[in-house]
């Protein structure tokens, strides 16, 4: 490039060299900004709005890696979430979801998913195709049950399910391997599954006011495990020494 304008240079006069710099400028100019329109905006962020609203965004921003919607009213996705194949993040929280679609399983590139304060009463098996997802929360909800496939999360370090309607944890719950922080209190668990006390990278656990008389397994293979959060009705396992995590705090939650 400087070549060529040094060339231009020796055989134009002043006048017509600036005009023609001048050219070349807004031409990369518009270049630029014909890119940045291609592209779209990185983050999306939609308040008090509503679903065509979103899916004409979508649609614009096809390379978006964070998408926020806060108190929209939404009462579901649509489809066309599918099309962010990109996208890294997605807050959804404060509305009113009661369905997400299948669809959402398309976009493997999500490492966090907020989806609290919603009316959800389960999540599409297709959320186990979400391989690099590191946080998933899904407080203050309705569900009843979680998809066995959420098991497949490999990467989950970070899984909140407070205030929910859950009776029972997925059978395969200990193939979490990477989680540190996992919240299930104030459910309506049944049982705790016994294979829980093989999640070894726990870090804190909370159980507090998740059913009465909660039993909690043997943990002790948990060396990890820093906090537990229990209920005065919460009991352990005869065959859970508790001293033998000693950077094991038990806090009793009113």
């Given amino acids: 490039m400087f070549k ?7 055989t134009f006069n002043t006048i017509t060299m600036k005009k023609l710099i001048g050219i070349i400028f807004v031409m990369a100019l518009m270049l630029v900004s014909i890119n940045v329109h291609a592209q779209g905006k990185k983050k999306i962020k939609i308040s008090n709005s509503n679903a065509k609203e979103l899916v004409k ?30 996208l890294k993040k997605l807050v959804v929280s404060s ?28 999540l599409p098996e297709e959320i186990g195709n979400l391989k690099k997802l590191n946080r998933l929360e899904l407080d203050h909800n309705e569900l009843e049950s979680l998809p066995e496939s959420i098991c497949l999360l490999e990467n989950l370090e970070y899984l909140s399910l407070n205030d929910n309607h859950l009776a029972y944890l997925p059978r395969y719950i200990h193939k979490l391997q990477n989680l540190r922080f996992f919240y299930i209190g104030r459910n309506r668990l ?36 820093e906090r537990l959060y229990i209920d005065r009705t919460t009991m352990f396992d005869v ?12 806090i009793v939650v009113e």
């Fill in 57 to 86: 965004k979508i649609k614009e921003n096809p390379n978006a890696e964070t998408l926020y919607l806060f108190r929209n009213r939404l009462d579901s996705l649509p489809e066309e979430i599918g099309e962010l194949k990109k």
């Fill in 4 to 10: 060529i304008i040094a060339y231009l240079c020796r």
């Fill in 95 to 122: 509305n009113r979801l009661v369905y997400i679609p299948n669809t959402i399983g398309e976009l493997t590139n999500l490492e966090e998913i907020s989806l609290k304060n919603n009316n959800l009463k389960s």
């Fill in 190 to 225: 049944l049982e705790l599954p016994v294979s829980l006390g093989r999640m070894t990278s726990l870090v804190e656990l909370n159980v507090a006011g998740s059913g009465r008389m909660l039993v909690v397994p043997d943990m002790q293979e948990c060396r990890s495990l």
């Fill in 239 to 250: 065959s859970f020494n508790v001293r033998s995590l000693p950077r094991l705090e038990i």
